[in-house]
Every structure is written in structure tokens, then in C-alpha cells.
């Protein structure tokens, strides 16, 4: 029989290594600590208001022992300063940053930035659970931004409200490239600009570092976009989300972005969604309420020179109000192929567009939408686009051009069945998360750190927790809980023998707990 150690936080979804140094830190102290750090580190920033910025320099940490930087959510509080960027990152590789908010007190300067100075790179970057507030003095502010080379950033259960443009990544020259990125479970909302941009990519820049002369993907998955009044007018006026092309020769020109199970809420002078290149769009769901004279909701367009190439549009729900159209297809590259399948798209003229291979599309009108969703509603608080018994279904859908990881899942991550139309399968009763905008919860909050790990997965839940704390786990019995607060005090011990057990936290106050779980593996090594 196996015995399993694992360590977890209740606030973050991360697993520590039991050997890892947890080095406690406050607003006077931590500028020394940060000084110190090396691989395996974790740096615990208590609450407090910090009135220096987080600069990080040369922190390389490993792919098994990140250097980990956290605080107590929106109780630890870097304050922006004129003088430079809240967080910037220079020269730095697996490094987590999470567990902050970001208070840019209207300055002029970006939340996080890996900076543009010379022979700079950042690779291997984890930022996740932080607030981002009061970065919006100009379009030009950013919440995320990358100004060089950046590849394997995961971005994550982020809020970013009110900047001036949510997430940048890459350089507006198209140098400097944002490489093999993941962007998921994000809230952007009232941005002045983009929610998020990524820069094309023009040839030659790729092959500059050996570990961007590759072939990647970036995934934008499980994100609200989010724009309303605040957004810029006329010739600044901005796409909730931007994604420009990839090098047309040498490393990356088969590069793709997957975009999947995001949800986009309104627009009221630009595209929701704008891309062009290698582009896989599925389960997404666009409502825009306004109607941007001259811009379509969903556009797929040249930009910077790349044409749309490999483009497959499937099973998303696009219900809009804009005139001038839905989902379009403009001027492809011919020698590519562009699907557009299964989609349920509702718009006062032209739903869908210029696609050279459709199937299986429900369109109407705007006002249609209500004969075919359970709530087709203005008012968010009682939105609800899943279909209506008997609609939005048909025949098979043929899904041999439609392999991605995740196209067997529909918005609400359960099977898909391919006689639905549109975001959804299933009809009548939507027992999913209920669209609004917030950043969306994930469908296991923790997993396991032993080596076994898909065999003996442990999910946490809810995460972060107010009451009653759930631990389970098929494939391994629990043996002892313990929990502990940053600095090693113990607040809660309990035997247990089972593979599911609860545990009422009320009594414990507001704060970061790593949890402790000792069990066993039936499984024979």
C-alpha cells in the first residue's frame, strides 16, 4: 500500500513540496526577503498595504521548484507608484505571483509588466487569484503586459477591472513574441481598450531564441471579456479580444490559438472577437446588447498582413444586436480551409458570413432568440442562453475536422452531443454556471502532487472556502488532516479513514492555511 504526503493552501491552487522554505514577509521586510529568494522558495507577503513595488530580477526558479510569491488576496495591497510598474519582471523563469491586489492608485504605469529593456525574457511565469483595480489613467495603462520575449505564461483566475487595456501581450511592432501561453478563467471587464491583445508575430523573430523556434498553441479558455461606457470612441475605440497572426514562414507559422468556453458580454463600439491566422473558436458564447455601427460581432479578418488560415468555428452562441452582423469570414487565404459548424448565431441581418464550408448553423434574427433559449434577456441576472426542449438540434454534425482537446465538452464541460447547435448540449434545465460577470469556477479546484498524480487526483472544494471545506478523492483514502497558518501554527488536526471527509472551518478567521493530507493508496507498487 502507498502512502501519499500532499500540501495545499485553502486560497490557492497550488501544491507546496514538503521541502519547500516558506519565508514570512510584511510591508517593511519583504524588499530584503525578495533579495534572498531561490528555487523552492515561497515568499508569504502578510496583509498590509505595500507602498514599494514588487521588482523582481534574475529569480529563476525550476520546473519542480518554482519560486512563489503570495499574499493574502485583496488584504495584501501593492499601492501603484509613478516612478515604475507595480510588479515587473525582468530576466525571470518559474516564478508564481498570486494571492495580490494590484491598486494603481491612477497612476500611469502598468500592473505587471515583463519589460522591454534590452536582452530582457520571461519564461515560465504563473500569475493567478490576484486583483488588478485602478490601472485605467489612460488606454495606454496595462493590467498584463509583455514587452519581451515571453513564452509558457499561465494567466489565471484573474480579475481585471477598469484598465485602460486589460492584457497586451507581445510588441505593437509584432517583435518580442507571446509564445505557447495559457490565458484561462479570467475576468476583464470595463476596460478603455482591448479586454486583451496579443500581438502578431512578423518573421525572423521566432528563430532569435532556441526556446521560441518551435511550434506552439495559445489557449484563451473559460474567460469573461467584458466592455461597457468606459470604452474609448472612434479611431480608439477597441475588441473586447484581439489575437493577431503567426510568423508565414519558419518556426511558429503553424502556431494556432484555441479559444474555448469563453463568454463575452458586450461591446458597445467594436467586435467582441477579432482574429486572424491559425484560429480554433468553440463553445463560446458572444452577447452584445449594442449595435457598433459598422462592426460585426464575430469578425475574422486580415491584419497586419496574415489572412485568416486554418479557421474552424464551431459550436459557439452568438446572439447580437449589431446591424451590420454576426459572424464573418473576410478575405481567406484560399489555400486553407475555414469551417464554420454547428453554430446558433441570432443578429438583426447577416448571422454568418463568407465561410466556404458551413453546416448544420441556426440563425435568426435578434428578437428570434427568445423561442429558443430558456431566458434571452438584457438583464444579466436572468440571462440564460441554454436552449429550449426541442431546439437548437438536428441531424449529426460530422466531426472528423473537430479533434481539440476539449471539443467533446460543451460550455458547461459536459458531453457533447453532436445533434446540438450552439454553446449547449442538453436542453430544459441548465444546471451549469449561471452567465455573469465573474470570473468562472474550475471543474476541480486542487489536484494531487504525487507522482501518480492522475491516478490519485484530490479535489478541494469550494475554493477559496467560507464554511464547510470538501475533501475527496476516488483513489486515495485519507489518514490525517492537519492545517496550519503561514507561519506554522497549527489550527486543526483530525484522523480520518475514508476517501471523502468535510470539515467546518467557521470558527477559523479570514486568512492562507496550508492543508496537510496524509493518506493511503489502495493501488499495489
Known amino acids: 500500500m502507498s502512502k501519499l504526503y500532499l500540501v495545499f493552501t485553502l486560497l ?10 516558506i519565508i514570512p514577509a510584511n510591508p517593511t521586510k519583504y524588499t530584503t526577503a525578495l533579495a534572498t529568494l531561490a528555487a523552492g522558495d515561497t515568499l508569504m507577503l502578510s496583509a498590509g498595504n505595500y507602498t514599494n513595488n514588487l521588482t523582481l530580477k534574475n529569480k529563476v526558479g525550476t520546473a519542480a521548484s518554482p519560486i512563489v510569491i503570495m499574499g493574502q488576496g485583496d488584504a495584501t495591497v501593492f499601492e501603484g507608484q509613478s516612478c515604475c510598474n507595480t510588479v515587473s519582471i525582468t530576466q525571470c523563469a518559474f516564478v508564481v505571483i498570486s494571492h495580490l491586489r494590484l491598486d494603481g492608485m491612477n497612476q500611469e504605469v502598468d500592473a505587471v509588466k515583463a519589460e522591454g529593456t534590452a536582452g530582457n525574457w520571461a519564461h515560465d511565469i504563473t500569475l493567478e487569484y490576484m486583483t488588478i483595480v485602478q490601472y485605467g489613467a489612460s488606454q495606454q495603462n496595462v493590467g498584463i503586459s509583455t514587452k519581451c520575449p515571453a513564452w509558457n505564461w499561465t494567466i489565471r483566475k484573474n480579475r481585471i477591472i477598469g484598465a485602460g487595456t486589460g492584457m497586451y501581450l507581445g510588441n505593437s511592432d509584432g517583435t518580442k513574441p507571446f509564445v505557447n501561453g495559457v490565458i484561462e478563467y479570467n475576468y476583464i471587464g470595463s476596460t478603455v481598450g482591448y479586454n486583451c491583445e496579443i500581438k502578431h508575430q512578423i518573421n525572423g523573430q521566432r528563430e532569435l531564441l532556441p526556446e521560441t523556434s518551435v511550434d506552439a498553441k495559445t489557449i484563451i479558455r ?28 519558419g518556426p511558429g507559422m503553424n502556431d494556432y490559438y484555441e479559444i474555448y468556453g469563453n463568454f463575452f458580454y458586450n461591446n458597445p463600439v467594436e467586435a467582441l472577437f477579432q482574429g486572424t491566422g491559425n484560429i480554433t473558436l468553440y463553445t463560446n458564447i458572444f452577447v452584445n446588447h449594442f449595435n457598433p455601427d459598422g462592426f460585426r460581432t464575430v469578425y475574422i479578418t486580415p491584419q497586419n498582413g496574415v489572412s485568416p488560415q486554418d479557421v474552424k468555428v464551431y459550436h459557439n452562441t452568438i446572439w447580437t444586436a449589431s446591424a451590420t452582423g454576426g459572424l464573418r469570414l473576410y478575405n481567406r487565404n484560399a489555400n486553407y480551409r475555414q469551417y464554420c459548424y454547428g453554430n446558433a448565431v441570432f443578429a438583426p441581418a447577416a448571422p454568418i458570413s463568407n465561410f466556404p464550408d458551413t453546416l448544420d448553423n441556426v440563425m435568426g434574427k435578434y428578437t428570434d432568440a427568445s423561442a429558443y433559449f430558456l431566458a434571452a434577456t438584457e438583464d444579466i441576472s436572468t440571462l440564460n442562453l441554454y436552449p429550449q426542449n426541442g431546439r437548437l438540434t438536428g441531424a449529426p454534425t460530422p ?30 434545465t441548465n444546471l451549469g454556471w449561471k452567465l455573469q460577470l465573474d470570473t468562472m469556477p474550475t471543474p476541480k479546484e486542487v489536484t494531487s502532487v504525487d507522482e501518480h498524480a492522475e491516478e490519485s ?34 489550527v486543526f488536526a483530525n484522523e480520518c479513514d475514508t476517501f471523502e471527509v468535510s470539515i467546518n472551518l467557521e470558527a477559523l478567521p479570514p486568512g492562507i ?13
Open 457 to 490: 487526483c484530490v479535489i478541494l472544494a469550494p475554493n477559496p472556502v467560507r464554511s464547510l471545506l470538501r475533501i475527496s478523492s476516488p483513489a486515495m483514502r485519507c489518514t490525517r488532516i492537519t492545517l496550519t497558518t503561514i507561519t506554522g501554527e497549527q
Open 222 to 249: 473559460h474567460n469573461v471579456f467584458m466592455k461597457d461606457s468606459l470604452s474609448s470612441t472612434g479611431v480608439s475605440a477597441r475588441p473586447n479580444l484581439l489575437v493577431g497572426g503567426f510568423p508565414t514562414t
Open 12 to 21: 490557492l491552487l497550488l501544491a507546496f513540496p514538503l521541502s519547500a522554505t
Open 399 to 428: 466531426d472528423s475536422a473537430f479533434r481539440q482537446s476539449n471539443s467533446r465538452l460543451d460550455f458547461n464541460h459536459d458531453a457533447y452531443q453532436w445533434t446540438y447547435r450552439g454553446a449547449y448540449s442538453g436542453c430544459c
Open 513 to 525: 492555511y496550508l492543508v496537510r493530507i496524509n493518506g493511503e493508496s489502495p493501488r499495489k507498487l
